[in-house]
């Protein structure tokens, strides 16, 4: 792993971000002079709000010389503290915004960690590379991002699609929607300065620096948004326009259970809402009064207006979202009724058949005979 750091710094991409050096140096200094690390519950909540997405699990948990398993219980105070403490890893899966994404480098080349970050175009003070807890025998490491899309936090969908159109050949990139990723900080887990050494700052101060990361823009990174991936392909991006894309039933419910998660996404989170009703079915009242009762339980302190109290201002946003969804979308989707009907493999070849080489003609005679099978038991 020398050669790896040692080429990374040659290219000038191991070196400490300017920015978190005052943090850094301030972090020893306050430490030498109260003898130590220094205790506070409020460090672990902090913890906890950033880097656990809820606390009902289910989360998979990992001891030294074992393998993971799967807990489907709540995640706890106390372990979180124990993953902190090194007595065992805890891993969970992906928040609606994730605040850190990390790029996983599994035995990497000599240049592979400072090529990636070439690609990114990440400069100094928009990354920090930590260890994997297998870090002295593989080199496994892991280099942290924080990504934001307009001037705001994305979704996680968006955030993966990004990094791994343009890094995707080099690492795997976490958080993933169906996968549980280790939470950051315990036993192995260690930030790597300029120095070439693993620093050993408690969990505390090692968080300090990630919280003092600058933003990597999504818009910047050079495949974000072409379809000259370095895998995957254009379909399954993700990367159309956030403000009208529909989330997955599964990324609903859990936006709908965890609430807002940063600030700069209250519209977008009850757009996804609204869509989401739309497309069960709900009465237009109905999804508007289930929107506002859920900003007022989930907002999680994430929105200004809502910390001012301006409850007309954000009523009257959601009535407009739900005007305007309710009139531009012409039917709904996922209800049996609004089904435009289905075709057989024996109606394809009998469509091939009558007007072979026409496509136009083809696709007219195909909406006819969806048509007719979807009416023909009414």
Sequence with gaps: MDDLTTAAITAGRAEQPSGARAGWAAAHIFSSLTGGDYESDGDLKTYASVFVRDFEGPYALQRPNASWRTRHRAISDPLISAHLRGEYWVATKASWYPPFFYLDFDSPQADQVGRALDRLGAAEGQYLLMTS????????????????????????ALGYEALRRTVGDLCEVYPQAKRKFRLPLGRGQHLISDSQVQHTLSWRQ??????????????????AFS?????????????????HAWASRAECQTLRHAGLQAFGTRHHAQWQLIVDRWRSGWLPEDAARDTKRWIRSRHNGYSQSVNRGAWRVVDGEIDRQVAWIYYHFKSYPDTVHNSEGALTIEDLRFIARTFPGDLVRQKRLARLVAY???????
């Design 133 to 156: 807890p297998s870090y002295a025998l593989s080199g496994n490491c892991h280099v942290a991002l924080r990504l934001e899309y307009k001037e705001r936090p994305p979704t996680h």
């Design 206 to 223: 090692a968080m300090g620096f990630l919280l003092k990361l600058d933003p990597l823009p999504i818009e910047s990174l050079p495949n």
């Design 227 to 243: 379809d000259n991936a370095p895998s995957g392909d254009a379909e399954s991006s993700g990367l159309i326009s956030e403000t």
């Design 372 to 378: 007719d099978k979807a009416t023909s038991f009414l």
